[in-house]
């Protein structure tokens, strides 16, 4: 067995191929580059078995994403800069099943990752590659949780990182980047074409390593983790349906990636519907796969959602592959107002979950999807729960009711208070 079956890049436009390396769009023509592995050695030699034994103490990477080191680019195990991302729980739900009826409802809480989000699992693993490479320095641009992960993952692989994050971003996230040791850079524009703009000349002319979503193209790579981790916990099988929140659609790309594979190695037999959900201010690839076009244009104002981490109003190269995993998989894309989402934010901590905006979207659209059956009862349904609440704090303060009650430290006020809450009867 090879740590690595990936062999080389191949480019999603003119389906040129490149040797694995320091590389972000497609030096031909500018295309996405995507990851191309030896599946038929893989298939000879890989047993599924072995990847659930790593769970046992004795692996070297311990309960991470690295149990699946085969499928990922890097190919030495002493590039990889791990801090236990990924093997995050998948919760049965009690409480949001039931409002909705449906049999089988579980949360893939990413929100208890290193730095809070489903970030982590992409900036793990890109870092890690970069590494390999030889990358002193790098930058990427971020909403707030990506800038969070890659300050981690950087100063632990003692790369020099340049972070701009949007002047959008709560204070809380900046801190947090500013915390691993990285300055964030406030970035300000008009509208988030002149950022796609910039990125994409910045890969022509300045020749700096970017770690920006797709651009770099081994980011989503590390999303397929929850193809691998969520069959696995379902005995082998995929579930009907996977719910993400979209931004660029690393995490959709990727999961669908995954299961693709895991059905190629035919470890899992039928593959999920992908579903994709945007906040209505800002949706632009919802709209582009409801008028059945292949590639998203602009849309909307990313400062008009409570869901900044998904606010995004031009998509990178057109969001194609997100467009290509929800059609190609019969899956649908869904948008939500803020009003739905905060409900939903609220029923997730039914479920003992503390969701950022950005995540409960997923919700907000299962339950318009259960309303009118595109999502039926006996469907098995994972929604990604790609951040931690905890991080945008503001949204948790509009989402639930402030404490209606105080009382002194004394016996008096605590029995006072018991007995209006629950009456004299206990
Ligand atoms: C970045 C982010 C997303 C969007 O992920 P993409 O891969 O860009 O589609 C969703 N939720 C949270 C919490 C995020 O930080
Ligand atoms: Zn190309």
């Known amino acids: 067995m090879r740590f690595s079956y990936a062999e080389h890049f191949i480019c999603d436009d003119c389906a040129k191929t490149f040797p694995l390396g320091l590389l972000n769009a497609c030096p031909e023509c500018g295309g996405l580059l995507e990851t191309v592995y030896d599946t038929d050695s893989m298939r000879r030699e890989l047993k599924r078995d072995v990847f659930s034994a790593r769970r046992e103490p004795g692996f070297d990477f311990g309960r991470s994403l690295w149990r699946w080191h085969e499928f990922y680019p890097v190919r030495t195990p002493e590039a990889v800069v791990s801090l236990g991302e990924g093997d995050t729980p998948l919760v049965r739900s009690r ?20 730095t809070g989000s489903f ?3 992409g ?4 870092v890690s590659f970069a590494g390999e490479h030889r990358c002193r320095r790098g930058f990427t641009y971020s909403s707030g949780n990506a800038g969070a992960s890659f300050a981690a993952y950087a100063r632990c692989a003692d790369l020099d990182a340049i972070i701009l ?13 500013n915390l691993y040791g990285t300055g964030a850079v406030r970035l300000d524009f008009t509208g988030m074409e002149e950022i796609t703009t910039m990125l994409e000349e910045a890969d ?26 969520i069959s696995e916990e379902l005995g082998w099988q995929a579930p009907d349906v996977m719910i993400h929140p979209i931004g660029t659609g690393g995490g959709i790309h990727g999961a669908w990636k995954g299961f693709r594979e895991l059905a190629a190695l035919g470890w899992i037999e039928a593959l999920p519907r992908m579903v994709g959900v945007q906040p209505a201010a800002t949706e632009p690839i919802v709209r582009a796969f409801r008028a059945g076009e292949q590639s998203a244009g602009k849309h909307g104002d990313p400062a008009a959602t409570i869901a900044q981490s998904i606010a995004a109003d031009s998509p990178m190269h057109g969001g194609r592959r997100a467009l290509k995993a929800m059609r190609d998989s019969g899956g ?6 803020d009003e739905e989402i905060l409900e939903a934010v609220r029923w997730l901590g039914e479920d003992g979950i503390c969701a950022e905006p950005s995540s409960a979207v997923t919700v907000a659209a299962l339950k ?15 929604c990604v729960i790609t951040g931690n609440g905890l991080k945008q704090p ?21 029995e006072k208070l018991v007995e209006t809450l629950w009456g004299r009867d206990r």
């Open 119 to 121: 970030k982590d699992r």
């Open 394 to 414: 503001s949204a948790l303060e509009r989402a639930i009711p402030k404490a209606r009650h105080s009382v002194n430290a004394n016996i008096r006020d605590l």
């Open 204 to 229: 022509r002319t300045l020749g700096l390593y970017q770690f920006v979503n797709f651009l770099n193209p081994v980011r989503h790579e590390a999303m397929k983790s929850y193809a691998y981790e």
């Open 332 to 337: 649908f894309a869904e948008s939500v107002t």
């Open 123 to 126: 900036f793990s693993v890109a």
């Open 368 to 382: 318009k999807a259960v309303a009118d059956g595109r999502v039926g009862e006996n469907d098995r349904t994972v």
């Open 165 to 177: 994050v949007e002047y959008l971003a709560n204070p809380l996230k900046t801190a947090m980047i």
């Open 95 to 114: 409480a949001v099943a039931k409002r909705l009826g449906l049999k089988d409802l579980r949360f893939k809480n990413d929100g208890l990752m290193p």
